[in-house]
Nanobody
C-alpha cells in the first residue's frame, strides 16, 4: 500500500509557481529523511530537495536553489515543495520519498530512500 501520496502537479507557464504536497501519514514509524525527486524519460532520477531529520539539514539541487523551498508541517503529517520561477526544464514527474531505515546515504541520493509515492506530473510550458 502507498505510504506517501503526492498531489499538486499540473500545467504552469514559465515563471509561474506551483506547490506540491506529500501526505506522510502512512509512515507510522516516522522517517530519518524526507525528500523530493524528479524524473523525465531518458534522464536519471534527480534529487530536488530533502531534509535530514537527525541534524536538521536541508539540501537543494543547484538548479533549483533559490527558486524552490521545501518545508514540513509535522502536526499535519505533510511535506511541501514550493516551486517558484518555474522553467521548462523543471518539467518532470515529481516523487516524494522517505528514508525509514537510516540508510547512511545523504538524502538527495535515491538509494537513501526506501518509500516512494507514485508521483505527480509538473509541466512547465507556454
Amino acid at each position: 500500500q502507498l505510504q506517501l501520496v503526492e498531489s499538486g502537479g499540473g500545467l504552469v507557464q514559465p515563471g509561474g509557481s506551483l506547490t506540491l504536497s506529500c501526505a506522510t501519514s502512512g509512515l507510522t514509524s516516522g522517517y530519518y529523511a524526507i525528500g523530493w525527486f524528479r524524473q523525465v524519460p531518458g534522464k536519471e532520477r534527480e534529487g530536488v530537495s530533502c531534509i535530514s531529520i537527525g541534524d536538521g539539514s536541508t539540501y537543494y539541487e543547484d538548479s533549483v536553489k533559490g527558486r524552490f523551498t521545501m518545508s514540513r508541517d509535522n502536526a499535519k503529517n505533510m511535506v511541501y515543495l514550493q516551486m517558484n520561477s518555474l522553467k521548462p526544464e523543471d518539467t518532470a514527474v515529481y516523487y516524494c520519498a522517505a528514508d525509514t531505515y537510516d540508510s547512511g546515504y545523504v538524502c538527495y541520493y535515491y538509494n537513501a530512500m526506501d518509500q516512494w509515492g507514485k508521483g505527480t506530473l509538473v509541466t512547465v510550458s507556454s
